[in-house]
C-alpha cells in the first residue's frame, strides 16, 4: 500500500489517516468488526507484527501468560511440538519447546507513533495533550451531542469548521486565548498545510506528526470519521469531518505554544535532534515474534484438534424422524447455541436449524409514534423497503424525575425536593430487590406484538422517503426461498415452524446495542422474525415456491417469536391466527422451550460469581432475571464470550458433541448446493460478521486499554454515542473488561460440510471473502460430506488433517460439570444424543 505520494498531500494523508483509526460507530449502531481492519491486506502474523510496532498495541498474550497455559494442560505438549516441527524442522523442536518455556527473550522497543510529537515535551517542556484535549473534546461532545446537554450547541447548522467561525464572530468570549490562532480561523483559509507549517515547519515531517497528533486520542478521531463517513449514524446529524477536527486541534495547539513560551519557540521540525523512523517502514520479525507466533497457534490448535477429532468420533448415521413435533429457525449466534441443545434434549422429535438472526428479509423499521428509521439488516447492507408498526397500543412507560422539568433552577429545586426522596429511596431498594424500570432496555419492547406491520406491498409506487412500504408477493417469495434453501428446509415441514429471532435486555448499559443481533444492525430480531413468517404464510408465496420445488404443507404454519438471551424468556406472535389444534400442539411446545430455557439459564449461571449453580433450573432461572434489571450489575450476560468456531453444514455434523456455547451454528446442506451458490452467500456474510465478532473479542481481550474499553465501573457516556473516562477522556472503543474476561484469545475454525474442491471455488469468487481465509485472520477446515475426512485451508490450498487426539471424554449428564466449574470446558461427547 503507497502510504506517501511524491510531496505532502493533506487530502491523501487524512484518508490513509481514516483507514487505521477505530472505526467503531455510535453506541446504538454498535456492530463487532476486525479492530485491525486497516491491516487484513496483511498475512495475520505480520500484521500483528507491524500494528504493534507502530502503534504499540498488544496483540498476543505474554510469554508468561501461554507458559500458564501450557502448565495448566490448555496448551498441549504433542500439539505444541508439532507446531514447533512445522516452523524449526522436527530435530529441533525437543530444544525449541525448552526456549519457549524458560528461555530469554529480548522485549520491543517504543512504538513509532508519537516519537515526533514528544518533541514539544522534551524540547519546550510543554504537554500539548492535557493543554489542548480538554476544550478540544467538551467542544466535539457538545457539538455532536444527540441529547444529554441541557443547553445545545449555539450553531448546529453549519458545517463543525463553521460553526465555530460564527461562534468566535458572535461571542464576547474565544476558544483560544491568543490573537493569532483567532485570526487564522476567520480570516485565513486555515489549510492544514499552512499550519503544519506553521507548527513543524519541514514538510518531510508533516505526515508523522498528524498521526502522532491523531492517535493520541484514537477513540475522538474514529468517532469523528465514522460518523463523517455515516452521517446517519446520528438521529441528530451533524456535519463533522476529520479534516476540520485535525484544522482546530491545530490552531489549539499553535494557541498553547503561543499562550506559554510566547515567541520563544520554533517549529518541531527545526528542534528534533534526528528525524523519527518512518511510521510504515517494513517491521523485520524477531525472536520474540516467532516465539509469539508459535504459541499461540499451539494454543488454538490445542482447542480445535479436539473438535475436529469430535467430529470424526461422532460420524455415525442420523436418526431418521419421520414427523417432526416443530422446526425452529434460530439466528447462528453462539448464544442460541446451547439453547438449541436443550431443545433437542427436551424434544428429540424436533429439529432446529440456525441462520443470520435477519432471516433474510432487509427494511427499515418505523416503530408506531416512531420519528426515524431503525435498520433491522446486516449494516453493510442498504435496505430499499420500509416495514411500519401500525396500531401500536404499547404505552412507553417514564420515570417522574426523569424530565426536562427538572433541569430549570425552580422546577429542579422542587422536584429534588419531593421526588428526588422517592428517586434515593427506590435507588436503594434497587440494590437488595432489583426489578424494572423505564430505564431498563428490554428487547420484547422492540415491538407491539398485537400491532401490524405493514409487510406486503400491493403498490410499488406506495413509497415514503424513496423506500417502498413492504414487499411485493415475488420479493417475499425470493427471500423466503433463499432461507429455506440456505438451511436445506426444503421438504418435511412440521405443523409449526417458529422463527426466532433473538434480542436482550439490560440497564445501565451503555453497549446494549452490542448485545443484540449483529445480524439486525444491533437491534432485536423480533420484527424479523415476524415478517419471515407473515411471508412464509402467505398463500401467493407459498404457490411461488410450489413451482419451485418447496411445498409446504397447508397445515404448516410459520411462527415469529423472539428469545431474550439475557433473562431466557420467549414471546412468540400472532398466535390467534393459529387454528385450534395448531393452537393446542403450540402450548404444548411452549413448556418444552420453557424447560429448555430454565436449564440454559443453569448452564449460563455457572460463569455469573453471583449465583449459585447448584440451585434448581428454576430457582437460578429466576435469580438471572433478577440480574438482569440490576442497575448495579455490570454483567448482565457475557455476549458472544468464549466464541471460537463457527459451523456450517447439517445439525448431525455436531449434534453428538458438547461444544460449551463456543460455535456459531449455520445450518447447510451441501446435497441442496452441489455447486456452493448458497455456501458463498453463507460465508461471504458469515466471515466478516463472526470473524468481525471473534477478533474484536480477540483484540479486546489481549490489550483492553488501547482496543477495548476497559473495564465499564467509571465510564461516563458522551453525548449518547460513546463513552469515556470522566469528562475529559478519549472515547473508549472496543469491548469493556466485563464482557471480555473470560474470552480465549483464539481466531475462529470455520468447519463447512461441502466437498474441499467446492469450498476452495467458493472463497475464491470474491477477494473480500478469500483475504479472510488466505490471510488467516480466520482458519477454515472442511468435513467431506461422504468420507467424513478433514481438510485444513493452508497456503491457498486444502491439506489432510488427522487430528492428533484418537478418543474424547463421554458425559451423559452435564448438570455435575455445570455446578462445579467457571472455566471453559474441553470438547465432551454427549451420551445422550445420536448424532
Not at 523519527?276 to 480445535?304: C, G, H, K, M, N
Not at 422542587?414 to 428487547?443: C, E, H, R, Y
Request: proline residues 6%.
Amino acid at each position: 500500500m503507497n502510504h506517501r505520494p511524491p510531496a505532502f498531500d493533506a487530502h491523501h494523508v487524512v484518508h490513509q489517516l481514516k483507514h487505521y483509526l477505530p472505526a467503531q460507530a455510535p453506541l446504538k449502531d454498535f456492530v463487532h468488526h476486525n479492530t485491525l481492519h486497516s491491516f487484513q491486506h496483511l498475512p495475520f502474523e505480520e500484521a500483528l507484527r507491524t500494528a504493534s510496532a507502530i502503534f504499540g498495541y498488544k496483540l498476543t498474550l505474554s510469554l508468561q501468560e501461554y507458559r500458564n497455559l501450557y502448565q495448566q494442560g490448555r496448551i498441549r505438549k504433542d500439539v505444541l511440538l508439532q507446531v514447533i516441527a512445522e516452523h524449526k524442522g522436527k530435530a529441533a523442536a525437543g530444544d525449541y519447546r525448552n526456549q519457549l518455556l524458560n528461555g530469554a527473550f529480548t522485549l520491543p522497543g517504543l512504538p513509532r507513533i508519537g516519537a515526533l510529537r514528544s518533541g514539544w515535551k522534551k524540547h519546550y517542556q510543554v504537554d500539548l495533550d492535557s493543554l489542548v484535549q480538554p476544550t478540544l473534546f467538551r467542544i466535539l461532545c457538545s457539538y455532536l451531542d444527540q441529547g444529554i446537554s441541557i443547553w445545545s450547541f449555539p450553531v448546529t447548522d453549519q458545517s463543525f469548521l463553521g460553526a465555530l467561525r460564527e461562534m468566535e464572530r458572535n461571542s464576547l468570549t474565544s476558544f483560544f486565548r491568543k490573537r493569532r490562532s483567532r485570526q487564522l480561523l476567520l480570516d485565513t483559509e486555515c489549510t492544514i498545510e499552512d499550519l503544519l507549517q506553521l507548527l513543524v515547519g519541514k514538510e518531510d515531517y508533516y505526515e508523522h506528526y498528524l498521526y502522532d497528533q491523531q492517535f493520541a486520542h484514537p477513540g475522538w478521531s474514529g468517532m469523528v470519521s465514522a460518523i463523517e463517513d455515516q452521517p446517519q449514524t446520528l438521529l441528530d446529524r451533524r456535519n463533522i469531518s476529520l479534516h476540520d477536527l485535525i484544522v482546530f486541534e491545530l490552531l489549539l495547539e499553535l494557541d498553547a505554544l503561543d499562550y506559554y513560551n510566547g515567541k520563544n519557540w520554533e517549529p518541531l521540525a527545526f528542534v528534533v535532534k534526528e528525524k523519527p523512523e518512518d511510521l510504515f517502514a517494513p517491521v523485520p520479525a524477531t525472536e520474540l515474534d516467532e516465539a509469539l507466533a508459535i504459541w499461540q497457534q499451539a494454543f488454538e490448535r490445542s482447542y480445535y484438534d479436539q473438535v475436529l477429532a469430535g467430529l470424526q468420533l461422532e460420524q455415525t448415521t442420523p436418526r431418521r424422524i419421520a414427523h417432526h413435533s416443530f422446526q425452529g429457525l434460530f439466528c447462528i449466534d453462539d448464544r442460541e447455541c446451547s439453547f438449541r441443545r436443550y431443545l433437542e434434549n427436551e424434544d428429540p422429535a424436533c429439529a432446529t436449524f440456525g441462520t443470520p438472526g435477519f432471516f433474510g428479509v432487509e427494511f427499515f423499521y418505523q416503530p408506531g409514534g416512531g420519528k426515524f428509521y431503525t435498520k433491522l439488516c446486516p449494516a453493510p447492507v442498504t435496505p430499499r423497503y420500509l416495514i411500519k408498526e401500525v396500531g401500536s397500543r404499547q404505552q412507553r412507560e417514564k420515570d417522574p424525575h426523569f424530565t426536562k422539568h427538572s433541569h430549570p433552577f425552580h422546577s429542579g429545586w422542587l422536584i429534588s425536593q419531593t421526588l428526588g426522596f422517592w428517586s434515593a429511596v427506590k435507588l436503594a431498594l434497587n440494590v437488595f430487590k432489583p426489578s424494572t424500570s423505564p430505564a431498563a432496555t428490554s428487547s420484547f419492547k422492540h415491538m407491539d406484538h398485537e400491532a401490524t406491520l405493514t409487510i406486503e406491498n400491493k403498490d410499488v409506487n406506495d413509497l415514503e422517503n424513496g423506500l417502498q412500504i413492504g414487499f411485493t408477493v415475488p420479493e417475499m417469495a425470493t427471500r423466503v426461498e433463499g432461507v429455506l434453501r440456505s438451511i436445506g428446509l426444503v421438504r418435511n415441514f412440521a405443523p409449526l415452524v417458529y422463527v426466532v429471532g433473538h434480542g436482550a435486555s439490560s440497564v445501565n448499559n451503555p453497549h446494549f446495542a452490542a448485545y443484540d443481533c449483529g445480524a439486525c444492525s444491533g437491534r432485536a430480531g423480533s420484527v424479523n422474525a415476524r415478517v419471515l413468517s407473515y411471508m412464509a404464510n402467505h398463500p401467493a408465496v407459498r404457490a411461488i415456491l410450489q413451482e419451485k420445488g418447496i411445498d409446504i404443507p397447508e397445515s404448516t404454519r410459520f411462527v415469529g417469536a423472539l428469545h431474550d438471551t439475557t433473562v431466557d424468556d420467549i414471546q412468540f406472535y400472532d398466535i390467534p391466527a393459529l387454528s385450534g389444534s395448531l393452537q393446542k400442539l403450540h402450548w404444548k411446545n411452549v413448556a418444552t422451550f420453557k424447560t429448555a430455557l430454565d436449564n440454559n439459564a443453569k448452564e449460563r449461571s455457572r460463569r455469573l460469581e453471583l449465583i449459585d449453580s447448584t440451585a434448581t433450573a428454576e430457582e437460578i432461572h429466576k435469580q438471572v432475571r433478577r440480574r438482569a434489571v440490576s442497575l448495579f450489575e455490570p454483567r448482565p450476560e457475557l455476549n458472544h464470550a468464549t466464541n471460537a468456531l463457527c459451523i456450517v453444514g447439517r445439525r448431525e455434523l455436531s449434534k453428538g458433541l458438547f461444544l460449551d456455547r463456543r460455535s456459531f451454528l449455520n445450518s447447510y446442506n451441501y446435497a441442496i448446493d452441489p455447486d456452493g451458490t448458497y455456501l458463498f452467500n453463507i460465508l461471504k456474510a458469515a466471515a466478516p460478521v463472526c470473524g468481525g465478532i471473534n477478533l474484536e473479542y480477540y483484540f479486546s481481550r489481549v490489550d483492553n486499554q488501547k482496543l477495548g474499553a476497559g473495564t465499564k465501573l467509571p465510564h461516563n457516556v458522551m453525548g449518547l454515542f460513546g463513552v469515556a473516562n470522566g469528562m475529559d477522556g478519549d472515547l473508549r472503543p472496543g469491548l469493556p473488561s466485563q464482557m471480555i474476561e473470560v474470552h480465549d484469545p483464539v481466531r475462529i475454525l470455520f468447519i463447512v460440510e461441502h466437498f474441499p474442491d467446492v469450498v476452495l471455488q467458493v472463497i475464491n469468487r470474491a477477494p473480500e471473502t478469500y483475504e479472510w481465509f488466505g490471510n488467516e485472520w480466520v482458519h477454515l477446515a472442511v468435513v467431506h460430506p461422504e468420507t467424513g475426512a478433514i481438510s485444513l485451508f493452508r497456503k491457498g490450498c486444502f491439506e489432510p488433517y488427522q487430528p492428533l487426539l484418537t478418543e474424547l471424554p463421554a458425559v451423559a449428564d452435564l448438570t455435575p460439570l455445570l455446578e462445579t466449574a467457571t472455566e471453559n470446558f474441553p470438547v465432551y461427547l454427549l451420551k445422550t444424543q445420536s448424532a
